[in-house]
């Protein structure tokens, strides 16, 4: 009987060899950031190998970040989804990977996505630059201080989108609302991403106000009181301090 095999697509006609290789896994920096633990901090990876026709063919989740398989030599989709507190599954779908809103965050969510190619190593260990996930959330950092004396502050939120942009006001969610007192506050609040582009006819600050901004811009709602007068401010979000309302992950 006589019998021959041959390897798929390569033409020395051998099995080629598994390439071990070794990655980090970091934060990517914020574009302006409070260094504190939580904001850096990666507790779980799920990471993935996608061929050529989109199926996965590798799949690890671990505690560790830093990231260590075998693969044979070729080109893939690398994905790679941080702080989900879970396995996600050998195939999952696209909306396993889906962020959803929350008032606290223990760690943030993070993920990578990007192309990747594995070359043979001469000492069988292929070393590759870090590999950088970004947050999907963005943070809100806020200071208030109140100048004339007769106006106390009583109240804190921040008005979020709940999955993505959309033209549908049930798709939208008030964070817990945070009772002040006095005339000074501070906080943090992390949001999903909210882009809803720009209006180019606001010029000045004071027109970025509830007459002129798109329907569901994010915006942080200060209530207080003057006497018998109960007021509210609304500062909406954005890139710049009049036309922009994009909130932008990792920002």
Not at 31 to 56: H, K, Q, W
Not at 200 to 208: A, E, L, N, P, V
Not at 229 to 249: E, H, M, P, Q
Request: one cysteine or more; charged letters at 25%.
């Amino acid at each position: 009987i006589l019998y021959s095999c041959i390897y798929e697509d390569e033409a020395d006609c051998c099995h080629p060899t598994k390439v071990r290789v070794e990655m980090a896994v970091r934060p990517e920096p914020m574009m302006t950031v409070t260094r504190t633990a939580d904001e850096y901090a990666i507790r779980d990876l799920n990471f993935y190998l996608y061929d050529d026709n989109g199926n996965v063919v590798l799949h690890r989740y671990q505690t560790s970040a830093t990231l260590r398989f075998e693969c044979l030599p070729g080109d893939y989709r690398m994905r790679i989804a941080a702080n989900m507190g879970r396995d996600l599954g050998e195939n999952p779908a696209s909306e396993d990977f889906t962020v959803s809103h929350a008032d606290e965050y223990d760690v943030l969510p993070m993920a990578y996505e990007g192309d990747i190619t594995i070359i043979p190593s001469a000492d069988g260990v292929l070393t590759l630059p870090a590999v950088e996930v970004r947050r999907c959330v963005a943070k809100v950092s806020y200071n208030i201080s109140v100048e004339p004396a007769d106006i106390e502050l009583r109240s804190v939120s921040v008005f979020d989108v709940a999955a993505r942009p959309s033209d549908d006001p049930d798709d939208y969610t008030g964070c817990p609302e945070i009772e002040l007192s006095g005339q000074q506050a501070a906080g943090n609040s992390y949001l999903l991403p909210n882009r809803q582009g720009t209006v180019s006819s606001i010029t000045d600050q004071r027109q970025k106000n509830p007459d002129n901004v798109p329907a569901n811009a994010s915006y942080l709602l200060i209530r207080a009181v003057r006497g018998s007068k109960v007021l509210a401010y609304y500062i909406y979000l954005g890139g710049n301090n009049t036309s922009d309302f994009n909130v932008r992950a990792n920002v």
